[in-house]
């Protein structure tokens, strides 16, 4: 039996590869386009949303060192501009303030179009 010609293989797989490295490059500088044209202060928010599937204030307020009204600022800057969506997981009742729910708003990335 023949060994098998793993060279058609591995050439679809390289090029494969090349043509992700390819796109990932252009997906980074696009990105950094985008941060540089941002308040220092937003990138630490987008980047806690992009490595976490979402940020909340309490969470940025930690990561950050910000102020929560410095952060909800941000948030809703970033929400105006389109780079964040806002999310709620219900109404804020009373009952629920009292259980302090931390993930009662949150904001993430949009998804892609």
């Excluded at 090349?18 to 630490?44: D, N, T, W």
Aim: charged content about 25%.
């Amino acid at each position: 039996m023949d060994a098998p010609d793993w060279n058609a293989w591995l050439e679809f797989f390289l090029r494969a590869l090349q043509s992700q490295k390819q796109h990932l490059e252009k997906k980074m500088e696009r990105e950094q386009v985008m941060l540089a044209a941002l308040p220092e202060s937003s990138v630490p928010i987008l980047e806690l949303a992009s490595e976490h599937g979402r940020a909340t204030v309490a969470e940025t307020a930690r990561v950050s060192g910000a102020s929560r009204n410095t952060i909800k600022d941000h948030l809703k800057a970033l929400v105006e501009q389109g780079h964040l969506t806002r999310h709620c997981s219900g109404a804020w009742t009373p009952e629920r303030q009292a259980r302090s729910s931390k993930y009662a708003n949150w904001w993430k990335l949009p998804e892609p179009a």
